[in-house]
């Protein structure tokens, strides 16, 4: 079954860092350029940043450049999402996806849940 699992969300202080990971099932990560995007209440799922399958980055939110990055587990088959200096505007639904690096959501073949991240004090 192929499947795309996120975990690592939670309530973190603003300033503070988290680190989502990505784990794939049922596929090899390494043929594929992973997506994350996120989504925050009332408003639409938006791209903000891509690894492609040969480790090239492409960040789609400028507001993250800087404090956002992705890595890759070949061997664990998993993709992270180190976030740092973290601020309230990046409360967010956080998913990541399989497929092609592209800010357009139809370009990607497979989608993981989904996490929860909320910067709050």
């Known amino acids: 079954q192929v499947q795309l699992v996120e975990s690592g969300g939670g309530l973190v202080q603003p300033g503070g860092s988290l680190r989502l990971s990505c784990a794939a099932s049922g596929f090899t990560l390494d043929y594929y350029a992973i997506g994350w995007f996120r989504q925050a209440p009332g408003k639409e799922r938006e791209g903000v940043l891509c690894i492609s399958s040969s480790d090239s980055m492409t960040y789609y939110a400028d507001s993250v450049k800087g404090r956002f990055t992705i890595s890759r587990d070949n061997a664990k088959n998993t993709v992270y999402l180190q976030m740092n200096s973290l601020k309230p505007e990046d409360t967010a639904v956080y998913y990541c996806?399989?497929?092609?690096?592209?800010?357009?959501?139809?370009?990607?073949?497979?989608w993981g849940q989904g996490t929860q991240v909320t910067v709050s004090s």
């Open positions: 996806a399989a497929g092609l690096c592209s800010i357009v959501a139809g370009d990607y073949d497979y």
